[in-house]
C-alpha cells in the first residue's frame, strides 16, 4: 500500500518542516477560521490574524520568534477577553472562541514537527466546530474543502523530500476514493438510534426569531421579513389551494396582560388529532422541519393522525416528545372540513374568559350583535373589519392602555395578530367561545422540487370559534381586511405594499398584472428553487436520515424486516468487500519489478548462502571487487553477471537478452 500510495517515510522528530509545507499549514488554519471569523469578537479576529501574519513573516521574512513573555501575556489578555464578553467559557460560543485563539497563538511557538502536527490537529477540532452552528449542505461541502486541504498539509509536514503539487492532490484523490464507499456503507448499514445522535447545542438558537407561544401586538410583525425555511411539505397527490393551507402549531386560550398563551392542559382538555368528524378529501403528506430547538410539529389545518415520531395533544396539535435541534423529517394526513365534539363546561368557561372588561365604546358595539346568533355574531364583526377603515400594514402604531379599544375605534392598522386578537377578544365578550391561533399559513411551491416551502415570514395568526352546528370553525379575520394575503401569501404581500397598493380593491387580474415578474426575475427565482430543492435533498436524505428512513431504504435493497444484527452483518460485510476489492485495487497497480532486477537479486540471494552479502550503499561494482578479494572462485563466475546487469540495467545494450542473463544468474552455485 505504502507504494501506491507513494507515501514516503516519517520526517524524523528533530527535521522540521520546509517554508513550503509551513506556508501550506498557515493557509489550512487561516480558510478553517473564516466560518467562525463573523461569529467572533472583532478583537479576537484580528488578534488570531496578527498571529498567522506574524508567523508567515517568522518563516518567510527572517523574523525573530516572539519572546516567552509576550505569548503569555497575549494568552492571559484573550483568557480576560473571552471571560468579559462570554462572561464564561462552558457554551458554544465561548468553547470555540477560546479554541481559535489557542490555534491563532499556537504557531507562534512552533519550534518542532510535534507543534505542527498540534497546530493541524486543532484545525480539525475548527472545523467540526462549524458544524455547532449549521449543518447545512454549504457548510458540509466548505468543511470536507478543508479538511482536504489540512490533509495535503498534514501530508507535507510529513514528507522530508517534500511533494509537488501533482503528488499532493493525486495522494489526496486516491484517499478519498478509497474513504468514500467506506463512510456511504457505514452511513447507509449503521444503525440508527431513536432521537437525536448529532444536534445543534440548545445555545445554537439563542438568537434565533421564530413562532413563539406567545401572541401580542408586534410578535408576527418581527418576522414579516425572516426568509428562512421553517418546514418543507411534500404532498402525495394534489396538494390543497393556498388558501387552505394553514399550519397549526399553537392554541392560544389564555388571555393575561394584553397577550394571548397556552393553556394548562389539565385531563378535561378535549381531544387531539383525530378527534373529530372528519369531511372532504384525506390529505396525507411528509415534513421536513428545520430545527428550531422546540417541541412543536406544523400539521395542516385540522390532522387526522399523529406521525410515528410525534404525539397528539389537546387543540389539534402534534408535538415532538423532545425538541427538535436537527433536522425532523415525519408524515400524516389531515382533513379541510370536520366537525368536532362538543364542549364541556370548563371548557367552554375557559374559552370565554377574559382578563378585562368590554370599554363603553366596545360595550356600544357588543349590542349591536346582542340578539344575533354565534354565527350572525361573526359575520357581523368581520363585516365590521371590512366596512370601517382599517388597513393591514407591516409597521402598525404602537397600541398603549387598552390595545383592542385603541385598535378597534383609533389606530385601525395593524398585521395578523391585532385582528386575530380583537376578534377573539369580541367573540368572548359577545357570548362566543373562541381561541387564538399560531402558526403558518400558506407557502411558496417550488417547481424544480415539487414541493411546498413554508417560510418563517409566513408565520399567521388567526381564531377559531365554537359553533352549535360545527364545533370549532376556522375564521381568519386578516382575509376580511387582505385577502391577498391569504390567496397570495406573505411575499405578495411585502411586494404590494412597497407598491402602495390597497387590499380588497383590486381585481384578480390587476393584482396579477402588480406581481408579474420580469424575465430576469424569474430566471433568478428558478436559480432560488433550484438550490432550495438541493438543500432540501441534502436535508430529506443526510440530515432527516433516521431509522424510519433507514428501514424504508433496507426495504428496498432487500431487507423485509432488517433488525440491529442484521445491519451489522451487513456493514461488516461490506466493509470486508470494500477493503477486498481495495487490496485488489492495490496489487492490480502496483508497478511490476524490473526481470533484470530481480534476476540480480537472485543471484545476491545466492551468493547470502555462504555469507557473502551486499550493503544497500554499495553499487555492482564495488560489490563485484569485494567478492573477487573474499571470494575469487565466486568472483569470478559474478563477474559476467555483473557485466551484463550493468549492460541491461544502465546501459541498455541490445547485445544481451533476458533469457542470457538469466543462464549466467543459474550457473552460480556456491558452495
Known amino acids: 500500500m505504502r507504494r501506491w500510495f507513494n507515501i514516503p517515510s516519517y520526517r524524523p522528530p528533530d527535521e522540521l518542516p520546509s517554508r513550503g509545507a509551513s506556508n501550506w499549514l498557515l493557509l489550512s488554519v487561516a480558510v478553517t477560521i473564516v466560518p467562525h471569523a463573523t461569529r467572533l469578537p472583532l478583537w479576537l479576529t484580528l488578534t488570531v490574524a496578527l498571529g498567522l501574519a506574524w508567523r508567515f513573516a517568522i518563516d518567510n521574512h527572517a523574523w525573530r520568534m516572539p519572546p516567552r513573555w509576550l505569548r503569555w501575556l497575549l494568552m492571559a489578555a484573550v483568557v480576560i477577553g473571552i471571560l468579559k464578553t462570554f462572561g464564561t467559557f462552558l457554551g458554544r460560543e465561548p468553547g470555540l472562541a477560546f479554541m481559535t485563539a489557542a490555534v491563532g497563538l499556537k504557531v507562534l511557538e512552533i519550534r518542532s514537527l510535534r507543534d505542527y502536527l498540534i497546530t493541524l490537529f486543532l484545525a480539525y477540532f475548527l472545523v467540526v466546530g462549524a458544524f455547532l452552528y449549521s449543518q447545512s449542505m454549504t457548510t458540509a461541502v466548505y468543511g470536507i474543502a478543508v479538511v482536504v486541504l489540512t490533509t495535503a498539509s498534514l501530508a ?17 484523490g486516491r484517499i478519498v476514493a478509497f474513504g468514500l464507499p467506506i463512510c456511504l456503507v457505514m452511513y447507509v448499514f449503521f444503525p440508527r438510534i431513536q432521537g437525536s445522535l448529532w444536534g445543534l447545542p440548545d445555545d445554537a438558537f439563542g438568537g434565533q426569531i421564530g413562532m413563539t407561544d406567545e401572541v401580542r401586538p408586534g410578535s408576527f410583525t418581527r418576522l414579516s421579513t425572516n426568509t428562512t425555511p421553517a418546514f418543507r411539505v411534500e404532498f402525495e397527490g394534489a396538494p390543497p389551494a393556498p388558501r387552505d393551507r394553514y399550519w397549526r402549531v399553537y392554541v392560544l386560550s389564555r388571555n393575561s396582560g394584553g397577550a394571548w398563551r397556552r393553556r394548562t392542559m389539565s385531563v378535561f382538555d378535549g381531544p387531539g388529532p383525530g378527534g373529530f368528524e372528519g369531511a372532504g378529501r384525506l390529505i396525507s403528506y411528509t415534513v421536513t422541519l428545520e430545527p428550531h430547538n422546540e417541541q412543536w410539529l406544523p400539521a395542516l389545518d385540522l390532522p387526522a393522525s399523529v406521525p410515528e415520531t410525534g404525539e397528539g395533544r389537546h387543540g389539534f396539535l402534534v408535538k415532538s ?61 368581520l363585516a365590521y373589519f371590512r366596512e370601517q377603515p382599517f388597513r393591514y400594514t407591516l409597521a402598525p ?11 378597534l375605534f383609533e389606530t385601525r392598522a395593524g398585521y395578523c395578530e391585532h385582528y386575530a386578537a380583537a376578534f377573539v377578544a369580541l367573540m ?14 400558506g407557502g411558496e411551491w417550488n417547481a424544480a422540487g415539487d414541493y411546498l416551502t413554508v417560510y418563517q415570514s409566513d408565520a399567521h395568526a388567526w381564531a377559531e370559534v365554537w359553533l352549535p352546528e360545527r364545533g370549532w370553525t376556522r375564521v381568519d379575520p386578516t382575509a376580511a381586511i387582505a385577502p391577498e394575503r391569504i390567496e397570495l401569501g406573505a411575499e405578495a404581500i411585502r411586494r404590494l405594499l412597497e407598491q402602495g397598493v390597497p387590499f380588497g380593491q383590486l381585481s384578480e387580474a390587476e393584482v396579477k398584472r402588480l406581481l408579474a415578474r420580469s424575465w430576469l426575475r424569474h430566471q433568478w427565482l428558478r436559480t432560488q428553487w433550484a438550490w432550495d430543492n438541493v438543500n432540501y435533498v441534502w436535508n430529506k436524505w443526510v440530515m432527516a436520515y433516521g431509522p424510519r428512513m433507514q428501514r424504508e431504504l433496507l426495504r428496498r435493497l432487500g431487507f423485509e424486516t432488517p433488525s440491529w444484527a442484521e445491519m451489522v452483518a451487513s456493514l461488516a460485510g461490506g466493509l470486508v468487500i470494500l477493503l477486498l476489492a481495495a487490496g485488489i485495487a492495490i496489487a492490480w497497480q502496483r508497478t511490476p519489478e524490473d526481470p533484470v532486477v530481480r534476476l540480480y537479486r537472485r543471484a545476491l540471494r545466492k551468493l547470502a548462502k555462504p555469507g557473502i552479502t551486499k550493503s544497500p550503499a ?54
Open 618 to 671: 554499495e553499487g555492482p561494482q564495488d560489490f563485484q571487487a569485494r567478492v573477487e578479494q573474499e571470494a575469487p572462485a565466486l568472483g569470478r563466475r559474478l563477474k559476467p553477471v555483473t557485466e551484463m546487469y550493468i549492460a541491461l540495467r544502465y546501459a541498455g545494450n541490445a547485445r544481451y537478452t533476458i533469457a542470457t542473463f538469466r543462464t549466467l544468474v543459474a550457473q552460480i552455485r556456491p558452495l
Open 428 to 441: 368572548r365578550w359577545s357570548g362566543v367561545p373562541a381561541r387564538l391561533l399560531a402558526g403558518y399559513q
Open 397 to 407: 402604531p404602537t397600541l398603549t392602555g387598552n390595545r383592542v379599544d385603541r385598535f
Open 321 to 381: 416528545p423532545q425538541p427538535v435541534n436537527r433536522v425532523k423529517r415525519y408524515s400524516l394526513s389531515s382533513r379541510r372540513a370536520a366537525r368536532t365534539a362538543p364542549l364541556n363546561i370548563l371548557e367552554t368557561r375557559a374559552n370565554l374568559r377574559m382578563d378585562s372588561h368590554p370599554t363603553p365604546r366596545v360595550a356600544k358595539l357588543l349590542r349591536q350583535w346582542q340578539k344575533q346568533s354565534p354565527r350572525g355574531k361573526v359575520g357581523a364583526a
Open 156 to 172: 507535507l509536514l510529513n514528507n522530508p523530500r517534500g511533494f509537488s503539487g501533482g503528488q499532493v492532490w493525486k495522494l489526496l
